[in-house]
């Protein structure tokens, strides 16, 4: 196979594409629609949190009491004779 790679790359670059001449207006077009849609995109973003924020204020409410902690005594009742309790007096 006898394939001359640089009499191929002349004629590409001898002919003249009748698209070429407007690829760059078309391209800038498309970026600019996409930075619309990206706009867009990041209000409806921004808009679902603000929502999610003050659906949370609403249900939470103002005025929530504290949730009171749990006793650590595992058994409910701390034991007088317990072992570390007996460990802690005077001999």
């Known amino acids: 196979m006898?394939?001359?790679l640089d009499a191929a790359l002349r004629r590409v670059a001898d002919?003249?594409?009748?698209g070429l001449s407007t690829i760059d207006a078309a391209v800038f077009n498309?970026?600019?629609a996409n930075r619309t849609s990206a706009r867009t995109g990041i209000g409806a973003v921004a808009f679902a949190a603000v929502g999610a924020i003050v659906l949370g204020t609403m249900t939470a409410g103002p005025?929530?009491?504290p949730a009171s902690a749990a006793p650590i005594d595992p058994f409910g009742v701390a034991g007088p004779l317990a072992p570390s309790?007996?460990?802690l007096t005077e001999r």
């Open 2 to 4: 006898d394939f001359d």
């Open 85 to 87: 309790t007996l460990l």
């Open 30 to 32: 498309r970026v600019r």
């Open 15 to 18: 002919d003249e594409h009748p």
């Open 63 to 65: 005025a929530a009491s």
